[in-house]
């Protein structure tokens, strides 16, 4: 067995950083020195219009398995709700780690869940997934796309009220400049922007350099983002749980996964770090969502978890205006759970869900082949 440091491929994001320094803890329990290797993806640097196109090339993940395959690094580190069902031939998933929170969450300023929000507000999601769920609850709500890491997205949403209130004391000091006794007299206003200023979070005052096309009342982001950003608990905004039983998540979501393709490195980072109950949970949710086919082009949620002897699975797919959709339950067999996998697709197809991804399918083939016209105007 290789005995040298272990080199770990990974997007250079906050979240992706962190998720790799995880990894390599774990690893470096066995005694192993390990070293993070920052590659950048062609989804880093695609524009935001062409995300959806990631779900069929799975730009974010294939650069860093194309190091691993070139032996420029011994693995890579993946969310694997990011993964490709389909795989390499010469690359296998060496390790699934303990999964985190799997559900997602609803950010707001001044807290509150979806029900709350009023009529016609606007929530931000990157994900065709979240936009459906949302608008089968609610459909009174408008969704707009939301791009970007996770701060940055929290950021956005708390950005125009910070905004407004420091053009607010901008204005406040313009008019009390040189009449120390009218801002004495406007207690709302009696320090300067610069104190007010100075009293923010570094949080805050990254907000308050962001250009925003759109406001938004709410978002709705990945628990375990959250949590593995510090971004849970804060005092700036407020996080509410979204119930999993509607809100069913992307599969795969909450979970790390490490793929590699030498066998003494696939050992060591299994030995290290793989947890079944979650490599188990996850590979019932992979396997449903490869035999329905849906990629990332779909409204698809899938969910999964080891219970005793069975694995209790939860799969929802929608129409992209989340009016018409098709969900079950099932308890799989945990000797099987693969072969039951499949057979649970195979059914969720024969009531409808074929009908619904081919229409998801045909949509985005219409928004790609308009983008490309406009292109070439």
């Known amino acids: 067995m290789t005995t040298g440091t272990l080199r770990l491929a990974t997007r250079g994001s906050d979240l992706a950083l962190r998720q790799a320094a995880g990894v390599r803890d774990e690893i470096s329990t066995r005694r192993r ?33 194309e190091h691993v395959l070139a032996g420029e690094v011994d693995a890579a580190v993946h969310s694997l709700k990011d993964m490709p069902t389909d795989m390499p031939d010469d690359l296998v998933v060496a390790a699934v780690g303990e999964r985190a929170p799997a559900g997602d969450a609803l950010v707001t300023r001044d807290g509150g869940d979806l029900a709350d929000l009023p009529r016609g507000s606007v929530v931000g999601t990157s994900s065709l997934r979240r936009k459906a769920q949302v608008l089968a609850e609610r459909p009174d709500l408008e969704v707009r796309p939301l791009r970007g890491n996770v701060d940055t997205r929290i950021q956005k949403l708390i950005a125009p009220a910070l905004q407004a209130e420091h053009e607010r004391r901008v204005e406040a000091d313009a008019d009390h400049k040189g009449d120390p006794e009218a801002r004495e007299d406007d207690r709302e206003y009696e320090r300067t922007v610069e104190e007010w200023f100075d009293d923010l979070t570094e949080f805050q005052r990254g907000a308050l350099e962001h250009e925003l096309d759109h406001e938004y009342d709410a978002i709705v982001l990945a628990e375990a983002g959250l949590r593995r950003s510090d971004l849970f608990y804060r005092d700036e905004y407020e996080v509410e749980r979204l119930d999993r039983a509607d809100h069913v998540p992307a599969p795969g979501q909450g979970a790390v996964a490490v793929t590699a393709s030498d066998p003494d490195v696939i050992e060591t980072i299994r030995s290290a770090m793989d947890h079944e109950p979650t490599r188990v949970a996850t590979s019932v949710e992979r396997t449903v969502l490869a035999e329905l086919g849906g990629g990332c082009i779909a409204p698809i949620g899938v969910n999964a978890l080891v219970q005793g002897e069975h694995v209790s699975a939860r799969v929802r797919v929608l129409s992209a205006d989340g009016d018409t959709e098709v969900k079950a ?49």
């Open 329 to 377: 339950n099932r308890d799989l067999p945990l000797r099987s759970y693969r072969e039951a996998a499949a057979d649970f697709a195979d059914s969720l197809r024969e009531q409808g869900a074929a009908d619904l991804i081919e229409a998801a399918k045909r949509a985005a083939d219409t928004d790609t082949a308009k983008r490309a016209e406009e292109g070439d105007e």
């Open 33 to 65: 020195d390990v070293e993070l290797v920052e590659v950048e993806t062609r989804g880093d640097r695609l524009d935001e219009d062409l995300i959806t196109e990631l779900g069929r090339t799975g730009a974010f993940v294939r650069a860093l398995d």
